[in-house]
């Protein structure tokens, strides 16, 4: 019995951005995700790849956070980051790339999104401890 995880496995143990840059991703460059996550060389795959490791980091994701999601090497998350101006100057490339940050703006799902709700959760949590802090002195105090 195989117990390696299959691309489809793999992906829905990733967050909700990380799953929708990668299907973005592979829809637009019409890669299968299979290819993508497996270490398929073809041009596009890489191109593909690239693509997906510059968008999870632009939205914030750590070196270490993608190379365990695309399975690659730190360095090669690495690479393709500081390879993506060279890439833009490649017209299918820019144009991928273009079309899959564009999509990812109606999906409405960034970083920064997360942060600020995170921040607001933890404003609502403070406020609600106070308040049993609050109630704790009234029904204590006599």
């Known amino acids: ?14 967050d909700e951005l990380s799953r ?5 991703s592979c829809e637009a460059g019409m890669v299968h995700i299979d290819e993508l996550l497996g270490g398929s060389r ?3 795959v890489l191109n593909v790849r690239s693509l997906v490791t510059v968008v999870l980091r632009e939205n914030g994701y750590t070196y270490q956070s993608i190379s365990d999601i695309l399975g690659v090497d730190l360095k090669v998350s690495h690479t393709y ?11 299918r490339y820019s ?7 564009k999509s990812l703006e109606n999906v409405g799902v960034t970083y920064e999104d997360l942060h600020k709700e995170v921040k607001i959760l933890k404003v609502s949590v403070e406020k609600i401890k106070n ?5 704790k002195q009234l029904l204590t105090n006599d």
Do not use: G
Request: proline share 2%.
């Open 1 to 14: 019995m195989n117990s390696t995880p299959t691309a489809q496995q793999r992906l829905s143990s990733f």
């Open 20 to 24: 929708s840059v990668i299907e973005l």
């Open 42 to 44: 073809k041009k596009e």
């Open 81 to 91: 980051v500081m390879s993506h101006d060279n890439r833009m100057a490649d017209k």
């Open 95 to 101: 144009a991928l790339y273009n079309r899959v940050t």
């Open 131 to 135: 308040q049993l802090n609050h109630i």
